[in-house]
């Protein structure tokens, strides 16, 4: 069974460029989730989604980030303009009904230089 | 604000030996209670999950944890582990109600041979 698929798995670009991160959840899950995990901060909880609707996104650190999941199969999470601090990896997770664990992606390793 | 504590930021233990990772959380209310593995350069894997009943649950290879309420807690243990289970490890809290995970920092657990 395909997983959770995120794309791309590395990125490198320069401060000041717009980056976009993608993530396909599993098929028939209806929840997604986007989380970064740097070593300072370990995972922290950007922005979920049910049915397509964000439901919390008080995690996302500033207006340079914004999440987008324009059908049940896509999810897109967008920093501009970038900075180094932004620099980490970002993992998508997907889950079914409530009771049900989230699965997780390769994650994005990012790199703003 | 809701928080999980892993005390043990890294562990060294040698193989066969018998391992605990202690997790602890401040949420007062119904909650869920995971761990997750984090193998180098993959993506979290699912070890076990509490949702409710039995608070001693049994995981993949060889692992389980114990809940106990009185005690905000959800420690992991392995009677004996192995080389392979090098990895990160991470606790995680979900809230009633809520559907974002709250992580701990993780524990970086290495298995010399």
């Known amino acids: 069974d395909a997983g959770v698929i995120q794309s791309p798995r590395h990125e490198v670009t320069e401060m000041g460029q717009e980056v976009t991160l993608r993530c396909k959840p599993i098929s028939g899950h209806n929840s997604l989730f986007w989380y970064r995990q740097t070593m300072m901060r370990g995972l922290e909880l950007l922005i979920y989604f049910n049915n397509n609707v964000p439901i919390d996104d008080s995690g996302m650190p500033e207006d340079r980030f914004s999440a987008k999941m324009p059908n049940a199969s896509f999810s897109t999470l967008k920093i501009q303009p970038s900075e180094p601090r932004d620099s980490a990896v970002y993992f998508c997770a997907s889950k079914g009904s409530s009771n049900q664990p989230q699965h997780f992606g390769d994650g994005t390793r990012l790199s703003i230089l | 604000a809701q928080s999980v504590s892993q005390h043990n930021h890294h562990v060294i233990l040698s193989e066969a030996a018998s391992l605990e990772l202690g997790c602890n959380y401040s949420y007062g209310g119904t909650v869920n209670l995971f761990w997750y593995v984090q193998y180098p350069g993959q993506h979290l894997q699912l070890l076990l999950k509490?949702?409710?009943?039995?608070?001693l649950v049994k995981g993949i290879k060889g692992f389980e944890a114990e809940f106990i309420k009185s005690k905000f807690s959800f420690n992991l243990r392995k009677p004996s582990v192995q080389w392979s289970d090098t990895a990160e490890y991470f606790c995680a809290v979900k809230r009633g109600g809520a559907d974002g995970l709250t992580f701990g920092k993780g524990t970086h657990l290495i298995i010399q041979p």
């Open positions: 509490y949702f409710s009943g039995d608070p």
